[in-house]
């Protein structure tokens, strides 16, 4: 793809949420993960297969799962964050769209400077993108988690902390429908622990893409103003 079909697909899918964050006043980082953009080895180093997955394997070989490695990427991201004066060690947030949804899960859980997250087009079933449809790569992949839990028991673990979860309704790689029973049992847990109103959606009518409609007015609230609102319809 060139430049010219990169910037298009960014405009298409309102990819370019880091640079509206920007824009809005915010201090934003989008990191390269593991085995992306410049940090891919200047490209497909196995012609004809997923460098994702063929990276997972490799790790798996020396005895490191590749998630684990991105997760502290993540969190040394924060860590450089934090020296910059103009962050705010209370005000720190987190939102990615599909891989990145999967990174804004896990670090989020890992790493509690994170106050507010908005996880984009992950949030759904096992059975549905892992198994079903096989809707992942390997540096996605945690072994034997599903084990003790599905894709919104792990999500849970954020919990109190204001979570906004975006899905949209014409998503081809995660359906709409295992979307909302993931979205039902989140919801569950988010009560249990006493925090609903904590908890938002966005069920959006577009496809794998950011939404945006409630994103800033999400982060505004948690990480700036009035701690209200929230809930599942």
């Given at each position: 793809m060139g430049d010219k079909g990169r910037i298009e697909n960014i405009r298409f899918h309102n990819y370019s949420y880091a640079e509206q964050f920007a824009k809005k006043g915010y201090v934003t980082i989008a990191p390269d993960w593991r085995c992306f953009g410049e940090r891919s080895d200047g490209g497909n180093p196995y012609p004809g297969r997923d460098k994702c997955n063929v990276h997972f394997i490799r790790g798996l070989i020396m005895g490191i799962n590749l998630i684990t490695l991105n997760i502290w990427d993540g969190m040394r991201t924060i860590d450089y964050l934090l020296t910059r004066k103009e962050v705010d060690k209370n005000r720190i947030g987190c939102l990615g769209l599909s891989f990145g949804g999967t990174m804004t899960t896990y670090?989020?859980?890992?790493?509690?400077?994170?106050?507010?997250?908005?996880?984009?087009?992950?949030?759904?079933?096992?059975?549905?993108?892992?198994?079903?449809?096989?809707?992942?790569?390997?540096?996605?992949?945690?072994?034997?988690?599903?084990?003790?839990?599905?894709?919104?028991?792990?999500?849970?673990?954020?919990?109190?902390?204001?979570?906004?979860?975006?899905?949209?309704?014409?998503?081809?790689?995660?359906?709409?429908?295992?979307?909302?029973?993931?979205?039902?049992?989140?919801?569950?847990?988010?009560?249990?622990?006493?925090?609903?109103?904590?908890?938002?959606?966005d069920i959006f009518p577009g496809e794998h893409m950011f939404s945006g409609r409630q994103a800033f007015k999400f982060f505004e609230k948690w990480l700036w103003g009035d701690k209200t609102a929230g809930g599942y319809e």
């Open positions: 670090i989020t859980i890992m790493d509690e400077r994170v106050k507010a997250a908005d996880i984009i087009c992950y949030l759904t079933t096992t059975k549905h993108y892992a198994i079903d449809t096989g809707n992942f790569c390997g540096s996605q992949f945690v072994p034997y988690m599903y084990r003790y839990g599905d894709v919104a028991d792990i999500a849970g673990l954020i919990a109190p902390r204001p979570l906004l979860i975006e899905n949209g309704i014409k998503d081809s790689g995660f359906s709409i429908a295992s979307a909302r029973e993931a979205h039902r049992k989140l919801w569950c847990i988010y009560k249990a622990s006493g925090a609903s109103n904590r908890l938002e959606f």
